[in-house]
């Protein structure tokens, strides 16, 4: 089966160079496609404290998926896990979700805080946050996620 998207819009302000950690602070915009959607296309997502963004690690290349068991960031003191317990761009269609803060809405151009993606990165699709749709009951997760991602959303040294 194959689903034919188009991007909706592009990160065109924030952070230019990718990397896996050190995302605190960043300030990114997004900027939609001016010549398929009206300015109202927005109206009342400014109400909404948080976004969830799909967007495509489109810096990537395709060469890079990989279906086996790895180890997260190649370090073997992390267990080798398969490719649906990451989150990373080796994924089958290379597609992310990020869940900003919205700090505001300026026409089709949106501030935002704490985006994971970089200038140029095509965005396919965007909603708000609804609380009541986040994750139901008690949270749990192995350890290594928690020693993975404890500089990701720091401020540069």
Known sequence: ??????AIG?????RTEVADDYWGGVESVIQLDE??????AVRGLEEFSHL?????FDQASPDDVEYHARSPRGNTRW??????????????NQLAQSFPRLVKADGLRLHVADLDAVVG??????SPYFEEMGPRGALHQPAWPGEMLKDYWAHRP
């Open 79 to 92: 267990p080798a896990t398969g490719t649906f317990a990451h989150r990373n761009h080796r994924r089958p």
């Open 1 to 6: 089966m194959v689903l034919e998207i188009r």
């Open 52 to 56: 969830v963004v799909v967007w495509h």
């Open 35 to 40: 010549g398929e959607f009206p300015p109202d």
């Open 10 to 14: 592009k990160v065109v302000e924030g």
């Open 121 to 126: 990165t095509k965005i396919y699709d965007l």
